[in-house]
């Protein structure tokens, strides 16, 4: 009896920690399906948007009505003219949402002028600026920088909220790590801003640089493959217990 006694607490205790290991990894993988089902809806809808003909931008007073959930990529045309203001680059290794855009480079912000004097941000498009090199920003800014109204086509986009290792922004350089129109607006003096900001499709410039154009969907998908290995190790966990529990009987 003293002999076998010690035993029977270290099977139960094995026991529970076997029962918590396999309810985490479990619960994992469960929440991996569920982001799955969630990345299909969010594909689903960009999809839709991205394939639905361009809208006119809504007037400013619905502009507080518009929200990422509802309003995220919808396509809009409008006429607006550049402002003689600085530009700011955004650093990007690379885009979930433009095929052409997948290595390093910066996005061009400019703030642009709708004829009722509202300032929308435009992210002008992409440059394949390894270096983050202002003078080469600076000559793409200022060949759209015209004093001429012009009409542009592209998507709704909202602020991104930086992450915890999200560098800060270099002012001098005027570049930013996160794409927050709100921020650059106030460093750079650009004045009161639209909630949104416009991701250019077209018109494109006559040397490509910044460089606009389509967006398309694809977003990486890897949460099925992610919650087979949760489940996998939940499995593993439990076969490792018996296999051990078996062996600890034979003893």
Do not use: C
């Amino acid at each position: 009896m003293n002999g076998t006694s010690p035993r029977k607490p270290a099977i139960a205790g094995f026991a529970l920690f076997t029962l918590a290991m396999m309810a985490a990894l479990i619960a994992l993988g469960v929440w991996q399906l569920q982001r799955r089902t969630a990345k299909h809806e969010l594909i689903a809808a960009l999809t839709e948007r991205l394939a639905t003909a361009p809208v006119a931008l809504p007037p400013s007073a619905q502009w507080s009505r518009l929200n990422a959930a509802s309003d995220e990529f919808r396509r809009v045309t409008f006429t607006a003219t550049y402002a003689p203001l600085p530009d700011a680059m955004v650093y990007s290794s690379g885009s979930a949402v433009r095929k052409d855009a997948s290595g390093p480079g910066t996005w061009a912000f400019l703030p642009a002028r709708l004829p009722s004097g509202e300032i929308v941000v435009i992210d002008a498009g992409f440059v394949e600026n390894t270096m983050q090199d202002r003078a080469l920003q600076d000559r793409a800014a200022k060949k759209l920088v015209t004093g001429e109204p012009v009409t542009l086509t592209g998507y709704l986009r909202f602020p991104e909220q930086p992450g915890w290792l999200t560098p800060a922004e270099n002012r001098i350089a005027r570049l930013w790590f996160v794409r927050d129109q709100h921020l650059m607006a106030s460093a750079l003096g650009w004045g009161a801003v639209a909630p949104f900001y416009v991701d250019l499709e077209r018109p494109a410039p006559a040397n490509n640089i910044p460089r606009p154009g389509p967006l398309d969907v694809h977003l990486k998908d890897d949460h099925l493959q992610y919650a087979i290995t949760w489940f996998s190790l939940a499995g593993a966990v439990l076969i490792a217990f018996g296999v051990w529990a078996r062996g600890r009987r034979r003893a």
